[in-house]
Structures are given as structure tokens and as C-alpha cells.
């Protein structure tokens, strides 16, 4: 990736002059990511971000390493260890992210700086299809969420292209030996799923991104209706999602799916739970309740209540 397209990705979604927390895990694609930064904006503007998960004999060597690359780079540099590893994806992962928005917040910062690349994102939709997530997962991953301010500039790359890179200049990285382990849901697709994918369909890795582009548009579409939706919808009180069933009924189906989806789950959809949540509304008889998981489904003879508590 040249400077000119990395530079034209950070003007897309940020201020002129960014100030970026660069998540540093050690690996090669965070230290591509980290050293055409240090290139490219000046030092003052960057914080370098180390998370040990402590679940590795050499996570302390990892964490040497990046601060190393830090002073090195005249950068700062913060670092913060687990207080209590799992072996936990979903756990570690969340972990790391509350300690980055936090260093965000204290640096002022204007984005996280996260090394995902195109590879990634194929990974991504691939895992969110068989766990059947629908629309909002197949739309894979955006180049920058506002919200949790995480950016994503190396999509446009594939891992071999960040490899190659790295070997033509010498750049050292870390490399993690839990990544062939293939009792992780995530690893056993890259490593096992994709090779067989890619030998039967070349060029299949890029066209599932090239499709997360068409479903990205779907799903801000829809988003957009389900919201325009609920905002005719008068809302008792917090916690508590009241729709209309008529006004409900009348919707295109596509459209009640993620008007169910903003009101259940919206930061983990399932489309499993969805479609049962829209038969159950459309056939239910005033007075049923529906609970799954923390959430209480309730029908009346006009309206239906989505309650958490």
C-alpha cells in the first residue's frame, strides 16, 4: 500500500491531522500497519498500544518487542496486561478493545489504528455466514466505526502483500504459535477452510469481499428504513421497545428482520433467533410471551413489547 492510498484512507474518515492510537500486538500485520503510520504522520500525533493476554509463554517477549519498536520510533508507548486471562476469544478480544478505547480517551485520540486486512475480512464473513448472522454479517468489516472509533485502513491488502512488504525491507515482527492451533473457530477456517476453498475456487477470498461491499449497502439501506420504522413508534420507557403489529405487519419482510434486530440484538445478531422472533410475532395471540436469553418478547392485541431488564 503506498503512502498516497494509506494517507487518502485516513482523509476519508478522519480530521486532516489525526491523532491514532496504533494497536501493536507485535504480529506482521500490525507492524506493516505501524511503521507506514510512523512514515506517514508525525510522531507526536501516534501512541503506540500493547495488550498482553498473558495466555502465551512468550507474550512478555511480544510486548519487549513492541516497545522496543516504540522508543525506537520515538514514540509513545503504553502497555497493560490482563488481569485475569481466559481462553476466551470473545473475552480476550473485548478485553483488548476496553483497554484501547480507554488509552484512546486519555490520549484524545481520533481512531484506533487496528492492522485487519482483506484476509480478515473473507475470515470474517465466512464465520458469520455459518453461524448465520444474515445481512449485517455478510456485510463484513467497515473501514471505520464511528462509535467505537476502531480504523481499519489495511482492508484494501491481503496478508501475503504485508508479508512481501516485510521481507523486501527487513522489518522484523513476532509470530504467534497459538495461530496454527486449530481448535479456534477462526484459525481452523484460515488454516483449514480457506487453502481448500482457494484450490477449488481461485480468487474466492476476494470475491467475498467484493460482495461485502453489495451487502454493506443493503444493510445501510435497511438500517435506514428500520430506523426511519421505529422513530414512528412511541416508546414508553427506556428498556422497553414497543412496535406497532399492524404497522409491523405491513413492513417487506427484510425490513421486519432488522427492525427486530436493532430492537434484540443489535451488536450480535442471530439470524436463527430472528426469523423465530418474526414467526412468533406473526402468529402469536394477544397475551403470549416469548423470553430468550435476557430478553422478553411480550404480544398484545395492538402492540408487542421487546423488554430487557
Not at 47 to 64: C, I, K, N, P
Not at 145 to 155: E, G, H, K, W
Request: glycine residues 6%; charged residues 25%; contains cysteine.
Amino acid at each position: 500500500m503506498s503512502a498516497k492510498t494509506l494517507s487518502a484512507e485516513l482523509q476519508r474518515w478522519l480530521p486532516p491531522r489525526p491523532r491514532l492510537v496504533i494497536a501493536l500486538s507485535g504480529g506482521p500485520d500490525s507492524v506493516y500497519l505501524a511503521e507506514q503510520l510512523a512514515l506517514l504522520l508525525p510522531k507526536e500525533d501516534l501512541t503506540v498500544a500493547h495488550f498482553d493476554h498473558r495466555l502465551r509463554a512468550e507474550s512478555g517477549e511480544d510486548a519487549t518487542f513492541c516497545r522496543a519498536w516504540a522508543e525506537k520510533q520515538g514514540i509513545d508507548y503504553v502497555q497493560e496486561e490482563w488481569a485475569h486471562p481466559r481462553h476466551s476469544e470473545g473475552e480476550a478480544r473485548a478485553a483488548r478493545l476496553e483497554f484501547l478505547q480507554r488509552v484512546a480517551a486519555e490520549q484524545s485520540a481520533d481512531a484506533i489504528a487496528l492492522g485487519t486486512h482483506g484476509d480478515d475480512e473473507a475470515e470474517t464473513m465466512m464465520f458469520r455466514f455459518v453461524r448465520g448472522s444474515g445481512i449485517a454479517g455478510l456485510s463484513g468489516i467497515r473501514p471505520f466505526d464511528a462509535q467505537t472509533r476502531l480504523l481499519r485502513p489495511l482492508l484494501g491488502l491481503t496478508k501475503a502483500e504485508i508479508l512481501k512488504h516485510l521481507h523486501q525491507h527487513d522489518i522484523a515482527y513476532r509470530l504467534d504459535a497459538t495461530n496454527t492451533e486449530n481448535g479456534y473457530a477462526r484459525n481452523y477456517l484460515r488454516n483449514r477452510v480457506f487453502p481448500l476453498l482457494e484450490a477449488k475456487f481461485p480468487g474466492c477470498a476476494l470475491r467475498l469481499r467484493r460482495q461485502a461491499q453489495v451487502f454493506r449497502l443493503a444493510d445501510d439501506y435497511l438500517q435506514q428504513q428500520a430506523a426511519d420504522f421505529l422513530r414512528t413508534q412511541k416508546q414508553p420507557q427506556s428498556g422497553e421497545v414497543r412496535i406497532e403489529r399492524k404497522a409491523f405487519a405491513a413492513l417487506a419482510p427484510i425490513v421486519q428482520l432488522e427492525v427486530l434486530r436493532r430492537a434484540v440484538a443489535p451488536q450480535a445478531p442471530d439470524l436463527e433467533v430472528m426469523l423465530e422472533l418474526q414467526g412468533f410475532l406473526e402468529q402469536a395471540a394477544p397475551g403470549k410471551y416469548k423470553v430468550i436469553g435476557d430478553v422478553e418478547f411480550a404480544v398484545y392485541s395492538e402492540y408487542c413489547f421487546v423488554r430487557r431488564p
